[in-house]
C-alpha cells in the first residue's frame, strides 16, 4: 500500500454528563480538525463519532483492529472521559496509537467564558486522566501536546503517522533469501522468528538455482524493453553492452520472482552465484529505486530495514538507500566516513544523473558486472542499523550531514556518499561498536531519528541514538541500563 492508502482515526472522548447537546459540537469540531490535518498530512484522517461509554471506545478499537487501511489510532478528551471507561479498548487495540493533547480554541475567551464553556473544553484535565491509565497499563504510546493548528505540532504528528505506516509495512515485509548469509559473518544474521515475531517480517529461502532458472527463461524482447527503461533513467557510458543486457537479465528474472511469490525485499550473496555469469549490480541498483528492499551479501535484517524504511519516507525529499561503512578519512578537523559498496548503491541519493559502467570485480569471481555510479547529495541525514542482541533487537541510529564529494575516485568505479557522523567520527565510531552496530545499515535524507524512535516504541524493540549531544561515557551508561531493563522484562 502507498503510504496514501492509509488513514488514521481520531477517536474523540466525553461522557454523558455534561449532557447530549455538547455531542453535536464535538463531532463538528473532531470534523473540522481532521479536515486540516489531512490537508496538511500524508495521510488522510476520519473523525469517528465522540465516545461516551466503554462499550462504545471497545467498539471503535476492534474495528480499528480488522480495518486493514487503519494506520493507528489518535485520542484527545474534549471533556473529561473517565479512563476506566477506556480499559477495555485500550486494551484491545492492536494498532499505534497517539495521544494529542490539545483544545478546539487556541486562547482562553476572557470576556465570555463560562461554566457551559468549560464543561465543553476540559481536554487541559481531561487529558490528563486519560493520560493516568495508559501509563498505568504501560501501553506503547506517543503524546504530543499543544495547539493543533501549530506547524510544530502537526510536524510532530507528520513524524508519528510515518512511523506508523512503517508499523503497518513492517508486518506486510517479506524478504526474499538468495541462499544464505556469507560465510562465518555475524552481524548479518540473526533469529529470524523473532524477528517475525516482533517486526512482522516474514523471510524466506530459495536456492539460487530457482533464481537460475528464471534468468534462462527472459527472453530478448523482455531485455530491449529493459534496456529502454535504463536508456531513459540513467547515461550509458560503457561499450560493453553485453554485460549490460545480462544486468537486465537477472533484473527481469529477479523481479519477475518477487511478484509471484508476493516479495518485497531481497538479498544476494557473491559467495553462491552458482552459474550466474554476474553479481546482481545494476539489477539490484535499479530494483531499489523502483522500492524494492535489498541486502548484500545475505544481510536479510537490512534488506526489510530498508523496505520499510522506504515506505516511511514515501513522498519525502531525499533518498533513502543500502549502505556499509566503506573507509575513514582522518584529516584533522576534516574527518569524514565514505559509505558505499561494490556494485549496489540504491540511485535514489544521487546528485546527478547515473552514469552505467562496466568494471571488474575483485571479488565474486565472475563476468565484469555493470553498475550505476554516481556521487551522492549532500544534506542532512541518519544512518540506522538493526541487529540482533539475543534478548532483544536494537536499533542504532547516528545523525550524520553528508557532504559533497569533490575528489573522484578513478580506481574504484563505485557509487558513494561522504558523511560526517555526529558528533564526531571517533566518538560515533566508538559509540557503534559499543552498541554493537552492524557494517551495513540505511541511509535516509528523508527520515529523522524522531521517526525512527516512533516506530521502534510502536513495534517495542530497543532504540539507540547517537548524535551531536553523545558522550561515551553516557552513552555506555545507556547501554548498560537497557541491559538491566531488558534481563528484568520492564
Not at 480488522?66 to 473517565?82: K, L, N, Q
Not at 575528489?407 to 560526517?420: T, Y
Request: hydrophobic share 40%; charged share 25%.
Amino acid at each position: 500500500m502507498s503510504i496514501k492508502d492509509y488513514e488514521f482515526w481520531f477517536v474523540v472522548g466525553t461522557q454523558f454528563l455534561y449532557g447530549e447537546d455538547i455531542f453535536e459540537t464535538i463531532n463538528a469540531h473532531a470534523e473540522e480538525m481532521c479536515r486540516e490535518w489531512s490537508s496538511k498530512l500524508p495521510c488522510r484522517i476520519t473523525a469517528k463519532p465522540c465516545v461516551k461509554t466503554s462499550k462504545e471506545i471497545l467498539d471503535v478499537m476492534q474495528a480499528a483492529n480488522c480495518d486493514e487501511a487503519c494506520a493507528g489510532v489518535i485520542t484527545w478528551m474534549h471533556t473529561f472521559s473517565p479512563s476506566k471507561a477506556w480499559i477495555a479498548g485500550l486494551k484491545a487495540l492492536q494498532k499505534p496509537y497517539l495521544h494529542v493533547n490539545t483544545q478546539f480554541n487556541r486562547d482562553i475567551p476572557w470576556q465570555d467564558i463560562d461554566m457551559d464553556f468549560m464543561n465543553l473544553n476540559q481536554s487541559a484535565h481531561g487529558d490528563r486522566e486519560h493520560g493516568f491509565i495508559s501509563a498505568r497499563m504501560r501501553l506503547k504510546r506517543k503524546v504530543i501536546a499543544g495547539y493543533w493548528k501549530d506547524e510544530t505540532f502537526q510536524k510532530k504528528m507528520e513524524i508519528w503517522m510515518r512511523a506508523a505506516v512503517g508499523a503497518c509495512e513492517s508486518k506486510k515485509t517479506h524478504v526474499l533469501r538468495i541462499s544464505d548469509n556469507m560465510r562465518n559473518v555475524a552481524v548479518t544474521d540473526g533469529d529470524k522468528i523473532e524477528a517475525q515475531i516482533k517486526l512482522g517480517w516474514q523471510v524466506d529461502h530459495f536456492g539460487v538455482g530457482d533464481i537460475i532458472r528464471e534468468v534462462e527463461a527472459v527472453t530478448e524482447d523482455e531485455i530491449d524493453a529493459q534496456m529502454a527503461e535504463y536508456e531513459k533513467n540513467y547515461i550509458m557510458d560503457t561499450d560493453n553492452i553485453e554485460s549490460v543486457r545480462y544486468q537486465a537479465r537477472e533484473e527481469i528474472a529477479i523481479k519477475k520472482f518477487l511478484e509471484r511469490y508476493g516479495f518485497n525485499a531481497f538479498h544476494t550473496n557473491f559467495e553462491d552465484l552458482q552459474q550466474l555469469k554476474q553479481l546482481p549490480g545494476l539489477a539490484a541498483q535499479d530494483l531499489m529505486r523502483q522500492g524494492y528492499g535489498f541486502g548484500a551479501e545475505g544481510d536479510w535484517k537490512v534488506a526489510a530495514m530498508l523496505r520499510v524504511m522506504k515506505s516511511m519516507s514515501e513522498g519525502l525529499n531525499g533518498g533513502t538507500v543500502f549502505m556499509e561503512d566503506y573507509t575513514y578519512h582522518f584529516e584533522p578537523e576534516n574527518e569524514m566516513l565514505l559509505g558505499s559498496h561494490m556494485l549496489e548503491v540504491d540511485p535514489s541519493c544521487s546528485a546527478e544523473k547515473p552514469k552505467i559502467q562496466v568494471h571488474p570485480l575483485g571479488i565474486g569471481g565472475r563476468e565484469d558486472p555493470a553498475r550505476l555510479v554516481f556521487k551522492a547529495q549532500t544534506g542532512c541525514g541518519i544512518v540506522v542499523t538493526l541487529v540482533d542482541m539475543g534478548d532483544r533487537l536494537r536499533m542504532i541510529c547516528n545523525d550524520v550531514e553528508c557532504r559533497e564529494q569533490t575528489n573522484d575516485m578513478p580506481k574504484l568505479p563505485v557509487a558513494g556518499v561522504l558523511w560526517k557522523p555526529l558528533p564526531c567520527l571517533q566518538t560515533s565510531a566508538e559509540a557503534w561498536i559499543y552498541a554493537g552496530g552492524a557494517h551495513h545499515s540505511v541511509l535516509s535524507y528523508s527520515l529523522t531519528a524522531e521517526n525512527m524512535r516512533d516506530f521502534a516504541e510502536i513495534m517495542g524493540i530497543e532504540f539507540v541514538h547517537i548524535n551531536e549531544s553523545t558522550e561515551i561515557n553516557a552513552f555506555r551508561k545507556e547501554l548498560f541500563y537497557n541491559d538491566i531493563a531488558y534481563k528484568l522484562g520492564m
